[in-house]
């Protein structure tokens, strides 16, 4: 691992404070008006990376803070009622939080067709599809207030 320069350890510390690399940057003595794109550039740097990656594991370690002491803790929030301090809104996000820690909630589903390939379309299904995109577009420029509503082509 490369060791880092004078700006680049400032950087790292001040990056600890609040996890912004744009005000790091700042305080590592990077001019405001390149510090977002300094900032960015540096945590992804592989040396300053693991340097924060260090920091924050030994903090983390410092303070007792596991994975599992984590999900305790969300999980005495999301099954707290939801009164006195606290409010429903903590309660759903803590919900959220377990939801996607156990799998049961996704940003993203992928769609896989046999063995993990692409989703295969016959030529039946690409024309039936066709028809009806072609059928939501007519339906839609046929509408009061369309392009072709209002004269405008």
Do not use: C
């Not at 400032?10 to 977002?36: M, P």
């Amino acid at each position: 691992m490369l060791p880092l320069k004078t700006r680049q350890k400032i950087f790292v510390k001040e990056y600890l404070i609040d996890l912004n690399a744009t005000r790091a940057a700042i305080a590592a003595g990077y001019s405001e008006r390149s510090a977002k794109e300094i900032g960015r550039e540096n945590i992804t740097k592989p040396h300053i990376a693991a340097a924060i990656k260090l920091e924050m594991d030994a903090r983390a370690k410092k303070l007792g803070i596991t994975a599992e002491s984590v999900v305790e803790e969300v999980h005495l929030v999301a099954f707290a009622k939801a009164e006195g301090p606290v409010r429903w809104e903590n309660k759903l996000k803590a919900l959220e939080l377990l939801a996607r820690h156990l799998g049961i909630l996704h940003d993203k589903t992928e769609l896989t067709g046999a063995d993990g390939g692409p989703v295969a379309f016959t030529d039946l299904e690409r024309a039936t599809k066709l028809q009806r995109i072609i059928a939501m577009a007519k339906k839609r420029r046929d509408e009061p207030g369309s392009a072709k509503d209002s004269g405008n082509k």
